[in-house]
C-alpha cells in the first residue's frame, strides 16, 4: 500500500431481505463521490481516499462483523460509513472505542439523535423528526388545532410520535387520540371514528400503510371531512399495488377514492434547483445522468424502470464522501502546522479524533443533496418537502425551511369538499 492513501471503511445494506437495502444505489454513488473528490487536486493534497466496504444486509449482527472486520485488518481506517438505522446503531455505539467518526447516509431513527450513546455520529440522512415541524406549519396554516394520530408500534414512529407530541404542546395543539397497532390497524382505525378524528396523521411503514387505507374505506373515514397526513417517501402509486399479495380487501378504485386529497412530508434528499451547481461542479441533475449511467454499468435497468433500492438516497451517500474529504482537508491543514497528518492516526488517538469531529461539525457546503450541515447532535438540518394526492397523483404544495421558519407555498391545494376541512364537528346555530 501507497503510504499516501488515507482509507475509510463502508458498511452497506446490498441483499437482505428485510429493512431498507439501499446500499445497492447507495454505494455506487458513494464511489462515484470518491472519484470525484480523487480528482480534485485542491483535495487532500496528494493523498487519495479509498474505502474498503462490505454489505450488511441491513442486519445490525452483521453489521458489527463486518466493522470489526474493518478494524482488525490492516490497512487502519480514519472513519466509518454507514446505512441503515440498526446498523447505525449497533456501529456508532461501538466505534466511539475506536475514536472513529461514524457517517450515516440511510439512518432516519430519531434515536440516533443522542450525543450520550453516539458522541461521534453524523448523518447526511435527516432523522424522521424532521417532518413535525412541517405538520405543525401544515397545521397552524390551516387552522388545525385539534388532531388525531395513527401509528405503527416500531421504534422509529415511537420516538417520531413523541416528537410530534412535544412540538403539538408547544403549539397549542390538542391530540384527541394516539392509536397504535402492530399490524393490523382495524380496531385503531374504529377507534378514530369513535373519537371523531378529523385531522389525523398517520405514521408506518408502506406495507401498513395499504391496510390502513382500506381500513379507512370501509370506516368512511376520508372525503370532505377528513385531513390525512402520510409519509411521503412511499413510492408514488404505493396504494394501488401488491392489493392481492398483501390480501387488501379493497379493490384499486376504492383505495383510490379514501387516498384523494392526502398530504405528505418528506425530507428533500436532491437539491430542487436543478441548475444550481454544487460544490462538484455538477447540478443535481448531472448527478442524476451520472448515477443512472453507473447503475446501468451495473447491470440495472433504469430506462426501464428498474431502479435500485436507496436510489431516493444515493444524493445524501455521495454527499457523505464529500463530507468527509473536506473535513480531512480541513484536518490536514490543521495537523501540517505541527508537523502532523491523518497517517498519524490511530484508534487510541483522541486528539486527532476530536481534531476530525471539529471538522465534520462545521461543515457547510452545497452538495447535491442540497446545504449538508450538521445540527449539534450531527443531525442532518434538511428542508421538507409537502405533496397532496389530486386525482391519483402527486402535487407539490411547497416546501419548509424549518430554520428560517420559512413555508414557500404555492397555492395548489383542492379540498374534496371544496373548502378546508375543520379539525372539529361545526355545529351551526341556526338563526
Ligand atoms: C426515507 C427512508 C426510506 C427511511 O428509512 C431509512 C432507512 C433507515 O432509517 O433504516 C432510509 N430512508
Known amino acids: 500500500r501507497r503510504d499516501n492513501d488515507l482509507h475509510i471503511g463502508g458498511i452497506f445494506p446490498m441483499e437482505g431481505e428485510g429493512g431498507w437495502q439501499g446500499g445497492q444505489a447507495c454505494k455506487p454513488a458513494a464511489e462515484l463521490a470518491l472519484a470525484d473528490v480523487n480528482a ?15 454489505d450488511s444486509k441491513c442486519e445490525p449482527g ?5 466493522m470489526y472486520n474493518l478494524l482488525y485488518n490492516p490497512p487502519q481506517k ?8 440498526t ?3 449497533t456501529v456508532a455505539e461501538a466505534a466511539k472505542m475506536w475514536n472513529l467518526m461514524v457517517l450515516c447516509y440511510g439512518a432516519s431513527s430519531p434515536a440516533l439523535s443522542d450525543r450520550a450513546r453516539f458522541p461521534t455520529l453524523f448523518r447526511t440522512h435527516p432523522s424522521a423528526t424532521v417532518h413535525n415541524p412541517t405538520r405543525i406549519k401544515l397545521m397552524q396554516k390551516f387552522g388545525w388545532s385539534r388532531i388525531a394520530i395513527l401509528q405503527q408500534a416500531e421504534e422509529v414512529f415511537i420516538s417520531t410520535v413523541e416528537d410530534l407530541e412535544a412540538h403539538c404542546k408547544k403549539a397549542s395543539i390538542e391530540i384527541v387520540t394516539r392509536q397504535s397497532f402492530l399490524s393490523d390497524p382495524a ?11 378529523r385531522v389525523i396523521v398517520g405514521l408506518f411503514y ?6 390502513v387505507l382500506c381500513e379507512v374505506y ?4 376520508y372525503g370532505k371531512s377528513y385531513v390525512w397526513f402520510f409519509i411521503g417517501w412511499y413510492e408514488d402509486n404505493w396504494f394501488e399495488t401488491n392489493l392481492e399479495r398483501e390480501g387488501i380487501e379493497c379493490t384499486v378504485e376504492q383505495m383510490r377514492e379514501a387516498a384523494e386529497g392526502h398530504l405528505t412530508t418528506e425530507a428533500l434528499m436532491w437539491n430542487q434547483n436543478a441548475n444550481q451547481t454544487t460544490i462538484s461542479g455538477m447540478t443535481s441533475e448531472d448527478f442524476r445522468s451520472r448515477l443512472n449511467e453507473a447503475l446501468r454499468e451495473a447491470g440495472f435497468d433504469i430506462d426501464g424502470g428498474r431502479y435500485p433500492e436507496g436510489y431516493q438516497e444515493a444524493p445524501l451517500a455521495y454527499d457523505a464522501v464529500w463530507a468527509v474529504a473536506l473535513a480531512f482537508n480541513k484536518t490536514m491543514e490543521k495537523l501540517e502546522k505541527s508537523g502532523l497528518s491523518l ?6 488517538n483522541k486528539k486527532i479524533a476530536d481534531d476530525i469531529y471539529e471538522a465534520i461539525n462545521s461543515t457547510s457546503f452545497l452538495g447535491v443533496s442540497g446545504l449538508v450541515a450538521f445540527s449539534s447532535q450531527g443531525d442532518r438540518i434538511a428542508l421538507t418537502q409537502i405533496e397532496q394526492l389530486t386525482d391519483n397523483h402527486y402535487v407539490k404544495l411547497g416546501y419548509y425551511d424549518t430554520q428560517a421558519d420559512n413555508l414557500t407555498w404555492l397555492e395548489r391545494e383542492r379540498w374534496v369538499g371544496g373548502k378546508v376541512p375543520p379539525d372539529r364537528t361545526v355545529v351551526v346555530n341556526e338563526l
Not at 480534485?40 to 462490505?54: E, I, Q, V, Y
Not at 408502506?206 to 391496510?211: E, H, I, M, S
Request: with cysteine; proline share 0%; net charge positive.
Open 62 to 66: 452483521l453489521g458489527a462483523s463486518v
Open 343 to 348: 497517517k498519524n492516526f490511530t484508534y487510541t
Open 218 to 221: 370501509k370506516h368512511r373515514l
Open 78 to 85: 480514519l472513519l466509518l460509513l454507514a446505512g441503515c438505522s
Open 206 to 211: 408502506v406495507v401498513a400503510a395499504r391496510r
Open 40 to 54: 480534485r487536486s485542491d483535495l487532500l493534497s496528494g493523498f487519495k481516499l479509498l474505502l474498503h466496504s462490505n
Open 87 to 89: 446498523v447505525c446503531t
Open 187 to 197: 380496531d385503531a382505525v374504529r377507534n378514530l371514528r369513535r373519537q371523531d378524528a
